[in-house]
């Protein structure tokens, strides 16, 4: 409706002049203009679960080639994974020949991939899905093939003549630090002066962050969603590594996520081998409410109904793809649990509980609105749904209501609150990380 | 057959020979005479899962109490994990009252056991199962309960009136660590007085270990039992840690173990939260090939199929209880794999391939039996069966036959070998964790 769409942009104003300042009101604030990610991206990408793979004579059903993303995009299709929103069917590292063709373009291996990239982009796009493609920015990629260094215009060329729809940049071999952010912002303009909508997935925070604070206004302005972090892995350390890094710097990075740039935590690794129900259910929550990028990594031609069941769950991809997008943020921890809220459209807010504690049974987590920082959202009424570990409608509660959750170790509950009567709630009602601080001090002690 | 009960004493005579040494012909092995774990002890423990949960006014049905342990029993009986091996029902901290009675024993919470345990060992007896508790060598147990030191005859006496089968016992809270050898010897010699039949199970190496090397040789005199590290928890930070430390000193431990006497990684934490499917396969793998105690914590009323089919699983669980009682050790690690081998009874062979990755699928690992330091067993020939992840009969190979295993990524793959034809192989065939290095360098290396 024409109301809500008003209430979402002045949202978003609101979000604009608190995350990118005045300046952001001055020049463009966006500079790559593809209009691409207006939510966080989705599909699929073969780093985590297929990596440097290229052993097609012993390993044929696994390794990295045309087969393997034809493959993918077919049981993406069929098996509702691109019904469920999964649209990105991304290679990484290790597709590339030794070297470059006569031309100075980069090329795939052809024994690898015999069809070549641009009639695997239409094959993706005859199935209704999107092909992501990886370079580095560097002189060679993190595995040694052909990097981008001083090729950024003939490379988004090739990308955009191939029709690619994604590009993953890395960033190994730099031959200098202070090189990153000139050689990234130098791709960005070669992708938009293609004129073709590519969409630029960035690790420029990550490989500048040993050497400085990245400039977080400015990746904005160039890419559509960035790494901040290391590579997850098929375990519950990085997951954790990844949430723990991601509150601990959240003051500068939660207001650089919004429509058209993101966050990246990196993939989903859910269906694999070294999570738990519990744990994967703990990633899939913190994905959603750190409006991430939800690129899985996983064999979907073989995946146990449980691991599908939740990467497809409606009801979580909803809170990742909130149009309002927000990122979400951690605004409590006591006794092993951490709560972290989420603002979406409509006034509504979702709500991550997960417990640390790594041993003992399922943890009571006494939920009483009174307790959130955004409190006032059940003031005088909301309604509760618990999204994670199974749904649930918890029915209308006001801020004085008493709920109890158990949570197992390791695991995450998931719910929303919507205001149900009264004014409707505003952006002034919610607590920023960055005013987090300030209002747990000012906060009566009692509560 | 009167053979087989030769052949395994010869073997026995040897393990003894090279694990205690001559001083073990001179005196007396066993100073703890109670005849118990000719096999590891089976169980159920509370700690893990329970942890010190003493509020039954808000958490009845999970608190430490005699209604706990009643209902464990009721479903070890109903749900078949009496008939797989399960024997022990344990108590461990938080079951005592704040103080000793006036006669100096101590005594149990009254409000929580408001029958004493005397009736709830009558009760567990009455199922055809074995009750063990809890104490501490020190001044206090780690929660703060009344500990033995000093009170050691009275406390043995207590639990041998109460009709107790089993004696964790902890060891926080000691006045100084010189006295660790001395108070569980007391403890071992108060037990053996009572004449009741009352497994032994220490945390001696344990807490001395920060400040000398255990003397396993004295401590197998005295416990049925003895944990060597830090406690487990319901994650796989922990397990990983066990096995690492375990093959760390298993030149110190493996020579330990043996009937009546074994090391303890501590409690199976299968059926909770933290692992993954695999991470499961692979804790219930190396617990049989480290002939480990198999003492679950994990709430029996309410476990997944999954976790109890593997719990249950009598093939790895007759690995694990195997009567020659030789304890397995790691002789291979390579490309993220290590391999563990565990000698049986009958001139068998246990092998666990652990795949240690964190990323990628399945790794293949290939099998010749030429490449393992057992090699011999398959020499002319070997009967393989692989009993995880799934049972299958793999048929007779040789020494050069060629076998490609799959290993998940944190899995364990568990097979056995058996020799079929020709001479049977003798404990010479054998590679032992102490000669494991020197065979090493002597061996072929092609191999």
Not at 257 to 279: E, R, T, Y
Request: net charge neutral; charged share 20%; with cysteine.
């Amino acid at each position: 409706s024409f109301r809500k769409a008003v209430a979402i942009a002045m949202a978003r104003l609101a979000v604009l002049l608190l995350s990118v300042g005045v300046c952001a009101l001055i020049q463009p604030v966006r500079l790559l203009d593809n209009g691409l990610a207006l939510t966080p991206p989705m599909g699929w990408l073969h780093w985590e679960r297929f990596v440097c793979n290229v052993d097609c004579g012993s390993d044929p059903e696994n390794c990295i080639s045309e087969k393997l993303f034809m493959q993918m995009a077919d049981v993406m299709v069929e098996e509702g994974w691109k019904e469920a929103g999964y649209e990105y069917v991304c290679i990484d590292d290790c597709w590339l020949a030794p070297s470059r063709d006569a031309q100075g373009r980069l090329q795939p291996d052809p024994k690898r991939f015999p069809s070549g990239i641009k009639q695997l982009a239409r094959y993706i796009h005859s199935k209704g899905l999107k092909l992501g493609i990886y370079a580095d920015v560097g002189l060679k990629t993190c595995e040694g093939y052909p990097g981008s260094y001083g090729h950024y215009d003939i490379d988004a060329k090739t990308f955009a003549e191939w029709e690619v729809d994604l590009l993953k940049y890395d960033g190994c071999n730099m031959p200098n630090w202070t090189l990153y952010a000139e050689g990234y912002i130098n791709m960005s303009r070669a992708l938009n002066q293609t004129g073709r909508k590519i969409l630029y997935s960035c690790e420029w925070p990550l490989y500048e962050s040993s050497h400085q604070k990245p400039n977080y206004t400015a990746i904005r302005q160039y890419c559509n969603q960035w790494r901040n972090f290391e590579d997850v892995f098929d375990s519950w350390r990085t997951v954790q590594q990844i949430i723990d890094l991601t509150s601990g710097i959240q003051k500068q990075i939660v207001p650089a996520a919004g429509p058209g740039g993101w966050n990246d935590p990196d993939m989903l690794v859910i269906g694999n081998f070294g999570l738990s129900k519990d744990q994967q259910q703990t990633q899939m929550a913190m994905w959603a409410i750190m409006a991430a990028p939800l690129m899985m990594s996983n064999d979907l031609r073989d995946i146990d109904p449980q691991s599908k069941e939740l990467l497809q769950n409606r009801r979580v991809i909803a809170i990742n793809q909130d149009p309002l997008g927000m990122q979400g943020y951690q605004t409590m921890k006591a006794n092993s649990f951490e709560v972290w809220e989420r603002p979406l459209s409509g006034g509504k807010m979702a709500y991550a509980v997960l417990n640390r504690r790594e041993i003992g049974g399922p943890g009571f987590f006494p939920f009483t609105a009174a307790v959130l920082p955004s409190k006032k959202i059940c003031f005088p009424q909301c309604n509760v749904t618990q999204v994670l570990p199974k749904y649930q409608e918890l029915g209308v509660q006001t801020s004085d209501s008493k709920l109890t959750f158990l949570v197992n170790p390791t695991g995450t509950l998931l719910f929303t609150a919507t205001p149900v009567t009264g004014r409707p709630s505003t952006q002034q009602d919610w607590v920023w990380p960055m005013d987090f601080e300030k209002q747990k001090k000012g906060r009566d002690p009692n509560l």
